[in-house]
């Protein structure tokens, strides 16, 4: 039973590759537009990120440079596996540095480094539907993607500012797409939503279970869904990272005991590593000379 | 001083081998042969089989093995796995009147062509626990009918022959059934596709809804009008050859379900069908999935749609162990991007709450 299982390069077959390729190449001509493809199972769970799986595997080369984050952090568990995973099925450097990676697999955060032309991002998607919580059926929400029917999304918005004087939405908030698909950004912190507009590197979104695709082509308009009077806004923090003193980044909440000790770092590891080798050094932090 | 915890790589092969010893267990008791499960195992084999969709016996058994006996992790292993074999075609359909029956069993004829056979079934025996299983004492052969089997047509010809139930319904020609595995799901589903996802959803959540019908959620007053185990022959049509190829047998579970009558202005009154098909054996999915499949024809019938059986995004969509059990169990994944976001928001909102009660009973005050 040795020979039972054997994988072609990147784990997918070819011919599934080219249906998902098709698929990739038919979210970049509509931008937003969630393109229907036929899934296939992984090795790990749906929930693992199969559809962004699925979509590195079908893009990737012998010469790419992966990198996978999951929350912001390289070292996480499933960033690790799924790191592990394409070393092993195809064999391709892989790299923690956001700067040498030629296709960053990524779970709920885009880098706080600015990417750059030829670079890709791969999103692990969850739900792509962004009306799936408003209306529960398919049949129903791609009628309303068809004729643009998007009033549901504002009252829904409208009425979070009505009840809670806020927009309850702070991840997986809701952008349009160059004027014309309303898109799920994957459960990303909507700190993050700005870094999708105009973007020099292509983001790819695959949600595996529910078998779509979606797509922004570089440098498109991705506008965070708001009103005049209550304009979009990104969470702030009140104070710099504690490793690396950065502000204006995304930051992790760290217990630290249990008598309401905390700080506050950088969810982006490569970031925040990156400025301490550089000296920065934050109020709990200490410089890497000496954590060597 | 603060330093983040590293190590997940480490922290996953330490995982991965205490893993692979709790599967082994006490090294001191023989490990379970792949033939054990085959053999002694057979029906957690075939729900394996049929819910992973791939009809192998050894693999199977590897997977439950594997699984330390979680079927549907090891469901999931067979899926996996099938997902990445090369598809060389499609059978022809097979012929289950042609069936080398060992279980048939018919509700509502007492007897019939090629009468009724118990096989072998749980159904009369008393469900006491046997000692005599906690050793391995010999077991008798089982008898053998001498006689050559009789032609068993199905029961549902045999309403079909006086019109009383609705034709078996053959797709318009030209189309192809779709495939499941192939093509993303589309709703509104086409009965072809129902059934290809019926046929490997998972047994306990299409019994649950089998059994709401019952209890009047969308009930459809149904009977057996037939369940047949057995084998029967898959055959490849091949371009060059003028015979279909035959490629081997496989157990099936069938189960036509004959429910109430429907009849229009223009047609009769006529029973209805529910379908149930199944690799391996598996009664309580193949009866199931013929009440589910009747339930999910509502439309068809222009019954009303009130119950969530009848609804096909409700029970396809949700019908796949290996897509529930993964997304149910991806919470436990890290979220703490998304969790920070809330607890900020929920922050502010409790410090605004506070304030607005801060104001309050400072205008209280003043007003006493």
Redesign the interface.
Known sequence: ?SD??T??FA???E?TKRMIRRAILKGIAIPGYQV????????M????G?GGVQVTASIIGPDDVLKVI???AD???????IR?FFRKVADVETTTDTTKATIIQT???IPEQPLVDGQTLVYQV?IPEPLRFLE????ETRKMHALEEYGLMHVKLYEDIAR???I?T???YPVKVEGRYVMDPS?????DNPKMHMSAALQLFGAG?E??IYAIPPYTKVVSLDFEDHPFEV?TFDRPC??CGAEQV?????I?DDRGGR?F?C?D?DFCEKRREAGHVGE???AMED?R | MYVAVKGGEAAIDNAHRLLADRRRGDRDVPALGLAQIVEQLALAVDRVMAEGSLYDRELAALAIRQARGDLIEAIFLTRAYRTTLPRFGYSRPVDTAAMQVERRVSATYKDLPGGQLLGPTFDYTHRLLDPELAGDAIVEAPAVRPEAPEPMPRVTEILAQEGLIEPDGAAPTGTEPGDITRQPAEYPMERDVRLQALSRGDEGFLLALAYSTQRGYGRSHPFVGEIRIGEVEIELEVPELPFPVPLGRIRVTECQMVNQFKGSMKAPPQFTRGYGLVMGQSERKAMAMSLCDRALRAGEFGEDLVAPAQDQEFVIAHSDNVQATGFVEHLKLPHYVDFQAELDLVRRMRGEFEERQGATSARKEAAE
């Open positions: 039973m039972i299982a994988y072609n784990y997918l077959d011919q229907p493809f036929a899934s296939r199972e992984m090795p769970p749906y929930g693992w199969t999951d929350q912001g070292d996480t568990t499933n960033a690790v596996s592990a779970r709920h955060r969850p529960p059926r398919e049949t809670n004087g806020h309850a702070t991840y997986a459960p990303t912190p909507k700190f279970r078998q779509r969470q504690a490793l995304y930051l992790d909440e760290v630290l700080m770092v969810s590891t709990l932090g200490m954590v």
